[in-house]
């Protein structure tokens, strides 16, 4: 199992493989790789305005097939045509560098066709904020099927994704198959948080995760006993933080370890591992509000997991691709070696046998969306089947 490799660079490709996995048809993608084949020999920076102007097109094509079929009365059709125009204008506008122009304009269009995909396809899926001291925290709300009391699972971003991609790895869809609802958050530093109200990265996570389980226990269909966390990527930090500094959580997990992050990018520094995005610099001094690489670094301190993972004293599963080429394997073995108060710790590592190898399962999400959604069954009282 590998990467689907169509560019000589990392970066395009992972963009590339996250939007075959996100729900994209692979025909289209292949119509909006071929013509800027040739822009990616010059780096994962300099061509960026070239995949943005075919991908965004691609996007615009299918916003104007989806007014047809509404038009028509055919709304699931053009709910079907909605969801992929704003997932090519997501990764269309997530490959651009902050401040590069139409930006700003592509995620609003990319969030307007998702709502409309909503509504038209009448989809398990509801916009809410969640209140933070400061701002807010868009999310996505899909509920457990049934009447009663349900369990439910945060799910939070990694650096460079939003609460949409969340959605389109189909965890929580898996996890109301279980009967668990699933909140995926724009936590502060991604998704709508940063872009729409500048709030930065905070590395102490259950400053806004808690928030998070205030809200659901609001819910009438929560059991508020039965609260998960996970996070995908650099939610690979988030998402454990979260877990040791609030007592309420009662499972958590991760879909790729981050345990030192803050020493992932002296690395890069030094040229070692690739990077999630292009322009990566701008992009991490953007999100943290940094000023300054300097400052960035300072900021990003607190990045690091060590000394704090002996606080979770609730099951806890770390994953992990074998041939991660952004975070390091080793993070895998040191978070779960420190997980010493874990009444159920496991640590899955993907390889080639099945799949889901590369950064958190960029070439094969299946395996890694199966696990988690049975291992919140099995830790929060839900149904595996």
């Keep these: 199992m590998a990467l689907f490799e169509y560019f000589p660079n990392y970066i395009w490709n992972l963009s590339v493989a996250i939007a075959m996995e996100s729900g994209g048809q692979i025909g289209e993608i292949i119509d909006m790789c071929q013509p800027i084949k040739d822009a990616a020999d010059s780096g994962a920076d300099a061509g960026t305005p070239q995949f943005m102007k075919q991908w965004a097109a691609m996007g615009d094509k299918l916003l104007e097939l989806a007014a047809e079929d509404e038009a028509k009365g055919r709304n699931f059709s053009a709910s079907n045509k909605l969801e992929r125009a704003s997932l090519y204008l997501v990764t269309a506008e997530r490959m651009q560098g902050h401040g590069h122009p139409g930006r700003t304009e592509t995620f609003a269009k990319a969030r307007d066709a998702f709502d409309r995909s909503t509504a038209l396809g009448k989809l398990n899926r509801e916009r809410v904020e969640i209140p933070l001291e400061t701002g807010t925290m868009p999310a996505l709300w899909t509920r457990a099927p049934g009447e009663g009391r349900k369990p439910a699972v945060v799910f939070c971003n990694g650096l460079d994704s939003n609460k949409e991609l969340l959605y389109w790895t189909r965890l929580p869809e898996e996890l109301a198959r279980r009967g668990i609802s699933t909140l995926c958050v724009d936590q502060p530093g991604s998704g ?44 690979g930090h ?63 301190d607190d990045m690091n997991l060590n000394g704090h993972m002996d606080r979770i004293n609730v099951p806890f599963l770390v994953t992990h691709g074998a041939n991660d080429r952004q975070i390091s394997v080793n993070y895998a073995d040191d978070l779960y070696d420190q997980l010493v108060n874990s009444p159920r710790r496991e640590k899955v590592i993907f390889t080639a046998r099945e799949g889901g190898v ?27 089947g």
Excluded: C
């Design 192 to 235: 709508e948080a940063l872009r729409l109200q500048g709030l930065p990265v905070d590395p102490h996570s259950e400053s806004w995760a808690s928030k998070a389980v205030d809200w659901l226990e609001t819910q009438d269909n929560v059991d508020a006993s039965k609260i998960g966390m996970t996070g995908i990527s650099l939610g």
């Design 358 to 384: 590369e950064h958190v399962g960029a070439d094969n999400m299946a395996y890694g969306r199966d696990l988690l959604s049975d291992w919140f069954a099995e830790t929060l009282g839900g149904n595996a």
């Design 238 to 300: 988030f998402a454990p933080r979260a877990v040791a500094y609030e007592p309420r959580f009662a499972s958590g997990a991760v879909w790729g370890a981050n345990h030192n992050w803050r020493e992932v990018q002296d690395k890069r520094m030094e040229r070692e591992g690739q990077n999630p995005v292009p322009h990566y610099w701008a992009h991490v001094h953007w999100a943290f509000g940094a000023n300054s690489q300097e400052d960035f670094l300072q900021k990003s």
